[in-house]
């Protein structure tokens, strides 16, 4: 699964242990502690130039056709993200290499109550789209550029992008998709799209693990 996920998974549990559930309020409150930190560095932003939030990442611009364009992207990406997954899959075939599994995979088996896997969603789908676009496309991203390194500021923030995720499997897919986001953004120039890209990839990623997640289950019995 390529989904974007918070730093605040690391918090929850050792993905190995398999007898640990990574409790929905623990994943909630390392959630938030993270989301607070992003909002307060966006308002920093936004009052440092003098703009309020909307002025500042271009939210009025457009919002509703923002969105559609985010989800369109978002749909379309999937099947390119799906396919390099793919080959890197056999290629570490092919060369023997082990490929650890992703964190995100191996805390949504962890999640087995309902509470716990609205929680997963709600940090893959809500609040990872929310922090990580805050972040890197909408204060990393122009920082680094109005420095006078404007590709500098697209490949530093998303090889940044794709190594906070660590793993190595949707390293490339990442990468990918962050350029595909500081695209999105330079052309409609309302990070809303960025966002709404985010969580609609996530939120099929999400929804597509789940129903894997309950096949193997059901399976099983």
Not at 86 to 111: M, R, Y
Not at 127 to 151: D, W
Request: hydrophobic share 55%; proline share 5%.
């Amino acid at each position: 699964m390529v989904c974007m996920v918070l730093s605040g998974f690391w918090l929850i549990s050792d993905p190995q242990k398999e007898d640990v559930s990574p409790g929905a309020w623990r994943t909630l409150g390392a959630t938030l502690t993270f989301q607070g930190v992003v909002v307060v560095m966006l308002c920093f932003f936004a009052r440092r130039h003098a703009m309020n939030l909307k002025e500042a990442f271009g939210f009025n611009l457009h919002p509703g056709r923002a969105a559609v364009l985010g989800i369109t992207v978002a749909l379309l990406f999937v099947p390119v993200a799906l396919g390099l997954q793919f080959t890197i899959s056999k290629l570490a075939g092919i060369l023997h290499i082990h490929l650890p599994e992703q964190n995100a995979v191996s805390l949504l088996k962890l999640a087995h109550s309902w509470p716990d896997r609205a929680a997963f969603g709600f940090m893959a789908i809500i609040a990872a789209p929310l922090a990580e676009e805050g972040l890197f496309r909408g204060v990393f991203y122009p920082v680094i550029k109005r420095l006078g390194f404007p590709n500098a500021a697209l490949w530093v923030t998303s090889l940044s992008f794709a190594l906070i995720h660590g793993n190595v499997m949707i390293f490339i897919p990442l990468v990918v998709l962050a350029i595909v986001l500081v695209k999105l953004y330079e052309y409609t120039g309302n990070l809303l799209t960025c966002i709404v890209c985010h969580a609609s990839f996530n939120a099929f990623n999400f929804v597509m693990l789940f129903l894997m997640q309950n096949s193997a289950t059901t399976t099983g019995t």
